[in-house]
Protein backbone atom coordinates (compact mmCIF):
# COMPACT_ATOMS: atom_id res chain seq x y z
CA UNK A 1 0.00 0.00 0.00
CA UNK A 2 2.85 2.24 0.82
CA UNK A 3 4.24 1.44 -2.62
CA UNK A 4 1.02 2.33 -4.53
CA UNK A 5 0.56 5.40 -2.69
CA UNK A 6 4.02 6.75 -3.56
CA UNK A 7 3.71 5.57 -7.28
CA UNK A 8 0.20 8.22 -7.15
CA UNK A 9 1.83 10.92 -5.45
CA UNK A 10 4.60 10.86 -7.53
CA UNK A 11 1.73 10.77 -10.75
CA UNK A 12 0.72 13.95 -9.16
CA UNK A 13 4.17 16.05 -9.77
CA UNK A 14 4.11 16.29 -13.73
CA UNK A 15 0.12 16.69 -13.63
CA UNK A 16 0.90 19.88 -11.26
CA UNK A 17 3.76 21.21 -13.36
CA UNK A 18 1.71 20.84 -16.40
CA UNK A 19 -1.36 23.19 -14.81
CA UNK A 20 0.71 25.58 -13.81
CA UNK A 21 2.08 26.09 -17.43
CA UNK A 22 -1.83 26.12 -18.52
CA UNK A 23 -2.89 28.30 -15.90
CA UNK A 24 0.48 30.69 -16.63
CA UNK A 25 -0.22 30.91 -20.29
CA UNK A 26 -4.06 31.16 -20.47
CA UNK A 27 -4.63 34.27 -19.15
CA UNK A 28 -1.98 35.77 -21.42
CA UNK A 29 -2.76 34.44 -24.51
CA UNK A 30 -6.50 35.98 -24.20
CA UNK A 31 -6.20 39.62 -25.96
CA UNK A 32 -6.46 42.56 -23.97
CA UNK A 33 -3.82 44.55 -21.94
CA UNK A 34 -4.38 44.78 -17.56
CA UNK A 35 -2.65 48.17 -17.02
CA UNK A 36 -4.80 49.21 -20.55
CA UNK A 37 -8.43 47.94 -18.78
CA UNK A 38 -6.91 49.03 -15.00
CA UNK A 39 -6.84 53.05 -16.99
CA UNK A 40 -10.12 52.60 -18.49
CA UNK A 41 -11.14 55.48 -20.40
CA UNK A 42 -8.82 57.50 -18.53
CA UNK A 43 -6.20 56.69 -20.42
CA UNK A 44 -2.90 56.42 -19.40
CA UNK A 45 0.58 58.47 -20.09
CA UNK A 46 3.67 56.26 -21.92
CA UNK A 47 5.38 56.96 -19.05
CA UNK A 48 3.01 55.79 -16.26
CA UNK A 49 2.36 52.64 -18.46
CA UNK A 50 6.02 51.88 -17.85
CA UNK A 51 6.29 52.19 -14.99
CA UNK A 52 3.51 50.25 -14.28
CA UNK A 53 4.42 47.18 -16.84
CA UNK A 54 7.82 47.09 -14.65
CA UNK A 55 5.95 47.62 -10.99
CA UNK A 56 3.71 44.58 -11.94
CA UNK A 57 7.21 42.77 -13.57
CA UNK A 58 4.76 42.60 -17.12
CA UNK A 59 8.13 43.57 -19.27
CA UNK A 60 9.71 40.66 -18.25
CA UNK A 61 10.53 38.25 -20.34
CA UNK A 62 7.47 35.45 -20.13
CA UNK A 63 10.50 32.50 -19.08
CA UNK A 64 10.97 34.67 -15.65
CA UNK A 65 7.76 35.61 -15.10
CA UNK A 66 6.76 31.69 -14.83
CA UNK A 67 10.08 31.52 -12.84
CA UNK A 68 8.80 34.22 -10.46
CA UNK A 69 5.43 32.60 -10.52
CA UNK A 70 6.74 28.61 -9.50
CA UNK A 71 8.93 30.58 -6.99
CA UNK A 72 6.15 32.36 -5.36
CA UNK A 73 3.74 28.87 -5.84
CA UNK A 74 6.52 27.04 -3.67
CA UNK A 75 6.83 29.68 -0.82
CA UNK A 76 2.54 29.89 -0.66
CA UNK A 77 2.60 33.39 -2.53
CA UNK A 78 0.31 33.61 -5.64
CA UNK A 79 0.89 37.27 -5.53
CA UNK A 80 -1.42 40.61 -5.21
CA UNK A 81 -4.95 40.62 -7.21
CA UNK A 82 -4.05 43.83 -9.43
CA UNK A 83 -7.29 45.02 -8.98
CA UNK A 84 -8.22 45.23 -4.77
CA UNK A 85 -4.36 44.52 -4.52
CA UNK A 86 -5.29 41.89 -2.01
CA UNK A 87 -3.18 38.50 -1.92
CA UNK A 88 -4.92 35.97 -4.14
CA UNK A 89 -4.56 33.14 -1.87
CA UNK A 90 -6.77 35.05 0.91
CA UNK A 91 -9.09 36.08 -1.68
CA UNK A 92 -9.97 32.47 -3.08
CA UNK A 93 -10.05 31.07 0.25
CA UNK A 94 -12.42 33.51 1.35
CA UNK A 95 -14.96 32.74 -0.80
CA UNK A 96 -13.92 29.24 -1.36
CA UNK A 97 -16.74 28.22 1.56
CA UNK A 98 -19.91 29.14 -0.80
CA UNK A 99 -18.74 27.17 -3.95
CA UNK A 100 -18.08 24.39 -1.50
CA UNK A 101 -21.63 24.68 -0.17
CA UNK A 102 -23.21 25.09 -3.16
CA UNK A 103 -21.54 21.74 -5.05
CA UNK A 104 -22.45 20.02 -1.58
CA UNK A 105 -26.00 20.71 -2.05
CA UNK A 106 -25.46 19.67 -5.75
CA UNK A 107 -24.08 16.87 -4.75
CA UNK A 108 -25.93 15.66 -2.30
CA UNK A 109 -29.20 16.20 -4.86
CA UNK A 110 -27.46 14.21 -7.49
CA UNK A 111 -27.24 11.15 -5.23
CA UNK A 112 -30.33 11.30 -3.48
CA UNK A 113 -32.27 11.10 -6.92
CA UNK A 114 -29.48 9.39 -9.10
CA UNK A 115 -28.59 6.52 -7.08
CA UNK A 116 -32.40 5.38 -6.45
CA UNK A 117 -32.97 5.80 -9.90
CA UNK A 118 -30.15 3.56 -11.18
CA UNK A 119 -31.01 1.02 -8.81
CA UNK A 120 -34.39 1.20 -10.21
CA UNK A 121 -33.60 1.23 -13.43
CA UNK A 122 -31.56 -1.88 -13.26
CA UNK A 123 -34.28 -3.88 -11.83
CA UNK A 124 -36.76 -2.77 -13.87
CA UNK A 125 -34.46 -3.74 -17.41
CA UNK A 126 -36.12 -3.29 -20.26
CA UNK A 127 -39.66 -1.72 -18.94
CA UNK A 128 -40.78 1.72 -19.27
CA UNK A 129 -39.33 2.76 -16.03
CA UNK A 130 -35.72 1.99 -17.40
CA UNK A 131 -36.27 3.75 -20.63
CA UNK A 132 -37.17 6.92 -18.70
CA UNK A 133 -34.51 6.91 -16.14
CA UNK A 134 -31.78 6.55 -19.18
CA UNK A 135 -33.68 8.74 -21.59
CA UNK A 136 -34.18 11.75 -18.72
CA UNK A 137 -29.95 10.89 -17.81
CA UNK A 138 -29.15 11.61 -21.33
CA UNK A 139 -31.22 14.39 -21.79
CA UNK A 140 -29.81 15.82 -18.29
CA UNK A 141 -26.32 14.95 -19.45
CA UNK A 142 -26.69 16.44 -22.87
CA UNK A 143 -27.92 20.08 -21.59
CA UNK A 144 -25.87 23.06 -21.32
CA UNK A 145 -25.67 24.54 -17.99
CA UNK A 146 -26.66 28.23 -19.63
CA UNK A 147 -29.23 26.99 -20.88
CA UNK A 148 -30.65 24.99 -18.45
CA UNK A 149 -30.00 27.51 -15.68
CA UNK A 150 -31.96 30.23 -17.94
CA UNK A 151 -34.87 27.99 -18.69
CA UNK A 152 -35.13 27.11 -14.39
CA UNK A 153 -35.24 30.87 -13.85
CA UNK A 154 -37.76 31.73 -16.20
CA UNK A 155 -40.04 29.01 -14.77
CA UNK A 156 -39.69 28.83 -11.25
CA UNK A 157 -38.31 32.42 -10.49
CA UNK A 158 -40.01 34.53 -13.66
CA UNK A 159 -43.69 32.87 -14.20
CA UNK A 160 -44.20 31.00 -10.57
CA UNK A 161 -42.23 33.29 -8.46
CA UNK A 162 -41.17 30.13 -6.06
CA UNK A 163 -37.22 30.92 -5.99
CA UNK A 164 -34.86 33.88 -5.63
CA UNK A 165 -33.40 34.72 -9.20
CA UNK A 166 -30.21 35.29 -7.16
CA UNK A 167 -27.35 35.85 -4.49
CA UNK A 168 -27.35 33.80 -1.36
CA UNK A 169 -29.74 35.47 1.32
CA UNK A 170 -32.41 37.62 1.21
CA UNK A 171 -31.24 40.79 1.72
CA UNK A 172 -33.60 41.60 4.56
CA UNK A 173 -31.46 39.23 6.85
CA UNK A 174 -27.80 40.13 8.13
CA UNK A 175 -26.18 36.72 9.15
CA UNK A 176 -22.14 37.51 10.78
CA UNK A 177 -19.90 35.00 9.06
CA UNK A 178 -18.54 32.24 11.30
CA UNK A 179 -18.03 28.96 9.11
CA UNK A 180 -18.70 30.83 5.60
CA UNK A 181 -21.36 28.08 5.21
CA UNK A 182 -24.52 30.25 4.46
CA UNK A 183 -26.64 27.31 5.84
CA UNK A 184 -24.98 26.89 8.97
CA UNK A 185 -23.84 30.12 9.95
CA UNK A 186 -28.32 31.21 10.18
CA UNK A 187 -28.33 28.03 12.22
CA UNK A 188 -25.48 29.27 14.96
CA UNK A 189 -27.36 32.54 15.10
CA UNK A 190 -30.05 30.92 15.63
CA UNK A 191 -32.30 32.32 13.09
CA UNK A 192 -34.77 29.91 11.49
CA UNK A 193 -36.15 32.55 8.85
CA UNK A 194 -32.57 33.21 7.65
CA UNK A 195 -32.22 29.41 7.66
CA UNK A 196 -35.16 29.09 5.23
CA UNK A 197 -34.21 32.22 3.23
CA UNK A 198 -30.47 30.49 2.81
CA UNK A 199 -32.04 27.09 1.64
CA UNK A 200 -34.60 28.76 -0.60
CA UNK A 201 -31.65 30.46 -2.71
CA UNK A 202 -30.10 26.85 -2.93
CA UNK A 203 -32.75 25.18 -4.70
CA UNK A 204 -32.04 26.24 -8.21
CA UNK A 205 -28.09 26.70 -8.50
CA UNK A 206 -28.13 23.21 -6.78
CA UNK A 207 -29.93 21.53 -8.97
CA UNK A 208 -28.49 23.06 -12.11
CA UNK A 209 -24.94 21.82 -10.96
CA UNK A 210 -26.49 18.67 -9.67
CA UNK A 211 -28.12 17.64 -12.91
CA UNK A 212 -25.05 16.40 -15.19
CA UNK A 213 -23.69 14.48 -11.97
CA UNK A 214 -26.81 13.17 -11.69
CA UNK A 215 -27.43 11.58 -14.98
CA UNK A 216 -23.31 10.03 -14.41
CA UNK A 217 -24.82 8.15 -11.10
CA UNK A 218 -27.64 7.19 -12.26
CA UNK A 219 -26.24 5.78 -15.48
CA UNK A 220 -23.19 4.13 -13.26
CA UNK A 221 -25.25 2.94 -10.86
CA UNK A 222 -27.51 0.96 -13.33
CA UNK A 223 -24.66 -0.04 -15.66
CA UNK A 224 -22.60 -1.88 -12.40
CA UNK A 225 -26.41 -3.30 -10.83
CA UNK A 226 -26.96 -4.73 -14.30
CA UNK A 227 -23.48 -6.23 -14.19
CA UNK A 228 -23.59 -7.69 -10.23
CA UNK A 229 -27.34 -8.88 -11.28
CA UNK A 230 -25.25 -11.07 -13.32
CA UNK A 231 -22.83 -12.61 -10.68
CA UNK A 232 -22.89 -16.76 -9.86
CA UNK A 233 -23.01 -15.20 -5.86
CA UNK A 234 -26.70 -13.27 -6.93
CA UNK A 235 -28.30 -16.45 -8.36
CA UNK A 236 -26.89 -18.14 -5.85
CA UNK A 237 -29.03 -16.36 -3.45
CA UNK A 238 -32.32 -16.41 -5.36
CA UNK A 239 -32.08 -20.19 -5.60
CA UNK A 240 -31.15 -19.69 -1.67
CA UNK A 241 -34.93 -18.02 -1.80
CA UNK A 242 -33.95 -15.14 0.29
CA UNK A 243 -36.29 -11.85 -0.58
CA UNK A 244 -35.76 -10.03 -3.57
CA UNK A 245 -35.36 -6.99 -1.21
CA UNK A 246 -32.03 -8.98 0.70
CA UNK A 247 -30.87 -9.88 -2.70
CA UNK A 248 -30.73 -6.22 -3.97
CA UNK A 249 -30.10 -4.13 -0.90
CA UNK A 250 -27.38 -6.83 0.60
CA UNK A 251 -25.80 -8.97 -2.30
CA UNK A 252 -26.02 -6.68 -5.05
CA UNK A 253 -26.16 -2.98 -4.22
CA UNK A 254 -23.21 -3.34 -2.11
CA UNK A 255 -21.34 -4.87 -4.11
CA UNK A 256 -22.48 -2.81 -7.01
CA UNK A 257 -21.92 0.60 -5.28
CA UNK A 258 -17.48 0.01 -5.10
CA UNK A 259 -17.57 1.76 -8.82
CA UNK A 260 -20.63 4.34 -8.40
CA UNK A 261 -18.50 5.58 -5.36
CA UNK A 262 -15.48 6.56 -7.44
CA UNK A 263 -18.12 8.02 -9.67
CA UNK A 264 -19.22 9.93 -7.28
CA UNK A 265 -15.44 11.23 -6.01
CA UNK A 266 -14.91 12.14 -9.41
CA UNK A 267 -17.86 14.52 -9.62
CA UNK A 268 -15.74 16.92 -7.31
CA UNK A 269 -14.02 18.16 -10.66
CA UNK A 270 -16.96 18.45 -12.60
CA UNK A 271 -18.82 20.61 -10.20
CA UNK A 272 -16.39 23.12 -9.66
CA UNK A 273 -15.77 23.50 -13.39
CA UNK A 274 -19.63 23.63 -13.79
CA UNK A 275 -19.24 26.25 -10.54
CA UNK A 276 -17.69 28.57 -13.07
CA UNK A 277 -21.15 28.79 -15.03
CA UNK A 278 -23.76 28.22 -12.44
CA UNK A 279 -22.71 31.15 -10.46
CA UNK A 280 -22.28 33.66 -13.04
CA UNK A 281 -25.97 33.09 -13.76
CA UNK A 282 -27.29 33.29 -10.65
CA UNK A 283 -24.50 35.89 -9.60
CA UNK A 284 -23.43 33.29 -6.59
CA UNK A 285 -20.59 35.00 -4.75
CA UNK A 286 -18.36 32.06 -5.01
CA UNK A 287 -15.23 31.55 -6.64
CA UNK A 288 -16.67 30.67 -10.07
CA UNK A 289 -17.83 34.13 -10.24
CA UNK A 290 -14.46 35.70 -8.55
CA UNK A 291 -13.01 33.64 -12.08
CA UNK A 292 -15.12 35.07 -14.46
CA UNK A 293 -14.55 38.39 -13.22
CA UNK A 294 -10.95 38.00 -12.52
CA UNK A 295 -10.53 36.94 -16.57
CA UNK A 296 -12.80 40.17 -17.71
CA UNK A 297 -10.13 42.29 -16.02
CA UNK A 298 -7.21 40.34 -16.85
CA UNK A 299 -6.29 40.50 -13.57
CA UNK A 300 -3.41 37.82 -14.49
CA UNK A 301 -2.46 36.81 -10.60
CA UNK A 302 -6.15 36.26 -9.60
CA UNK A 303 -6.59 33.78 -12.37
CA UNK A 304 -3.35 31.76 -12.74
CA UNK A 305 -4.05 31.89 -8.64
CA UNK A 306 -7.12 30.47 -9.11
CA UNK A 307 -6.61 27.93 -11.29
CA UNK A 308 -3.63 26.43 -9.67
CA UNK A 309 -6.00 26.54 -6.05
CA UNK A 310 -8.51 24.79 -7.80
CA UNK A 311 -6.47 22.43 -9.40
CA UNK A 312 -4.70 21.27 -6.73
CA UNK A 313 -8.18 20.86 -4.89
CA UNK A 314 -9.18 18.60 -8.02
CA UNK A 315 -6.24 16.59 -7.70
CA UNK A 316 -6.17 16.12 -4.07
CA UNK A 317 -9.43 14.87 -4.21
CA UNK A 318 -8.81 12.30 -6.89
CA UNK A 319 -5.98 11.13 -5.01
CA UNK A 320 -8.00 10.45 -2.07
CA UNK A 321 -10.78 8.70 -4.51
CA UNK A 322 -7.71 6.37 -5.72
CA UNK A 323 -6.35 5.46 -2.67
CA UNK A 324 -10.11 5.03 -1.32
CA UNK A 325 -10.69 2.32 -3.92
CA UNK A 326 -7.13 0.77 -3.51
CA UNK A 327 -8.38 0.27 -0.39
CA UNK A 328 -11.31 -1.23 -1.13
CA UNK A 329 -10.05 -3.51 -4.06
CA UNK A 330 -6.69 -4.10 -3.39
CA UNK A 331 -5.93 -5.95 -6.82
CA UNK A 332 -5.58 -2.04 -8.47
CA UNK A 333 -2.46 -1.73 -6.58
CA UNK A 334 -0.85 -3.72 -8.67
Same mark, same amino acid.
Given at each position: ?5 L #?????? =? ?8 V ?6 ? *? ?11 ? %? ?7 ? !? ?23 G?? %? ?20 ? &? ?64 S ?6 Y?I???? %? ?5 T?? $????G??L ?18 ? =? ?9 ? &? =????D ?8 ? *? ?22 ? !?? #????L ?14 ? %?????? $? ?8 V????V ?9 ? *?? =?????G ?8
Amino acid at each position: MFKFIL #VKLAQL =VPTFIGVTIVAFAFIRL *LPGDPILLMAGER %GISAERYAQ !LQAQFGFDRPLPVQYWEFLKGLLHGDL %GNSLVTHSPVVGEFFSRFPATM &ELSLFALAFAVIIGLPAGVLAAIRRGKTLDHTVVGISLTGYSMPIFWWGLLLIMFFSGTLGWTPVSGRISFMYFIEPVT %GFMTIDTLL $AGDWGAFLSALHHLILPAIVLGTIPLA =VIARQTRSSML &E =VLGEDYVRTARAKG *LSSYRVIMVHTLRNALISVVTVIG !LQ #VGLLLAGAILTETIFSWPGI %GKWMID $AISRRDYPSVQGGLVLIAFIVMIVN *LL =VDLAYGVINPRIRH
